[in-house]
């Protein structure tokens, strides 16, 4: 056996199997764990898929939401534990897979067309 297969049959344990399909240019909703004292409640975070890193248990998404103003990105790891849903709310149809050129872009310019070819 080689380490890589040890590897991945270790990570397998790990893996989420209850993801829903993300593409780049989606709206979602991921909900995170955050403890605050003694007390944990989930969060929720809304916002554009700009980015996907794939890889196993290392897949990531990158999240990108207005908030006052001020945009702000998130990386969120998919199968981490901290990350409690995923929830799609709009399908967004974009033509590339990394979608960094929203950053330079204000208001009504930062609109992605939905798509209504994919169930959400």
Excluded: C, W
């Excluded at 890589?4 to 240019?25: N, W």
């Excluded at 955050?34 to 554009?48: F, L, M």
């Excluded at 872009?105 to 994919?118: E, L, S, W």
């Amino acid at each position: 056996m080689s380490a890589e297969t040890i590897i991945r049959s270790i990570e397998a344990e790990y893996l989420k199997d209850d993801l829903p399909t993300i593409h780049v240019g989606d709206t979602i909703r991921v909900g995170i764990r955050i403890r605050e004292g003694g007390k944990e409640r989930v969060q929720p975070y809304e916002g554009t898929v700009i980015a996907m890193r794939n890889g196993g248990i290392n897949e990531t998404i990158t999240v990108r939401r207005i908030f006052q103003g001020v945009g702000v990105e998130r990386v969120f790891l998919l199968h981490s534990p901290r990350v409690a849903s995923i929830k799609i709310v709009r399908r967004g149809k974009v033509r590339r897979a990394k979608l960094y050129y929203l950053r330079d872009r204000v208001g009504k310019a930062t609109r992605i067309k939905q798509r209504f070819d994919r169930s959400l």
